[in-house]
Structure formats: C-alpha cells, structure tokens
C-alpha cells in the first residue's frame, strides 16, 4: 500500500515536472522513504484543535533531500506516516547519515484515541516495521 502510494506520487510529480510527458529517460531523481526514529507527539490531543507533530528522520547521504509527509488513513483513527525523499542520481554523493527533524500539522476531528504508525523501514524479510504511538483525545 503505502509502496503503491509512493508510485503514484513519483508519476504525478515526474508528470507536472515534464508537463504532458511523465517518459523521460534522462531522470536525475527518484523518490524513496526516509527511515524516521522519532517523533514528538503531545500525551492528549483536545477535541477539534491542530497539533503540529514534529517527526525525526535520518537523511542517508549529500543526494537526498527530504520532499514531505505522505499521511494516510488507514482506519477511523489510525494515520500512516511515510518520511518521503527524491534522490539526485547526477551527482557524486557523500555518505554521511544526518538526523533532521520536520513537521506536519494534524487536526483532531475523532473523539477515539488516535494512533500513528511512523515508517521506519522495511525488516530483513521485507516486511514494513513501524514506530506506533497512541494519543488519547480529551472530549470535553
């Protein structure tokens, strides 16, 4: 699922670039996930306010830069946080892992607790491992 989404964004993003044509061999990027380790979350969110999450992630080399958050809803109150990075294929890149820190906003329109599964990479059989944290939401 959240590999899908990430295609579908690479050809949206390759299509607005080139205008009417997403086939271009000559690409000097693609899109991949960044490994996030962390995240600021508050101990409750309240009823219908935005939150600003911070999320940490670690930037591999001098090639990639981080482009955003993709945030899908996977149930009533579960997000799916993805750290999304292009990766310039044209130039001479230093490896140097770099934790940086970025945000999203989030506004709280459920009354459950809220749970968010950051994407942390994929495990040795390939299978997709996250970090989850639970907020509980205040009603009054």
Do not use: W
Request: overall charge negative; charged content about 25%; glycine content about 4%.
């Amino acid at each position: 699922m959240i590999r899908k989404r990430l295609v579908l964004l690479a050809v949206f993003i390759a299509f607005i670039s080139n205008g009417c044509s997403i086939e271009d061999d000559d690409a000097n990027f693609h899109f991949t996930t960044l490994e996030i380790v962390g995240a600021e979350l508050p101990e409750s969110f309240d009823y219908n306010k935005t939150y600003e999450i911070l999320v940490n992630y670690i930037k591999p080399d001098s090639c990639t830069n981080y482009e955003g958050f993709d945030v899908v809803k996977d149930s009533l109150t579960v997000r799916n946080v993805v750290a999304i990075g292009s990766v310039r294929t044209d130039i001479d890149c230093t490896v140097q892992s770099i934790e940086q820190t970025a945000s999203f906003n989030f506004k709280v329109i459920y009354t459950d607790p809220y749970t968010f599964k950051f994407y942390t990479g994929d495990n040795s059989e390939g299978e997709a491992e996250y970090l989850e944290v639970v907020v509980p939401v205040n009603k009054s």
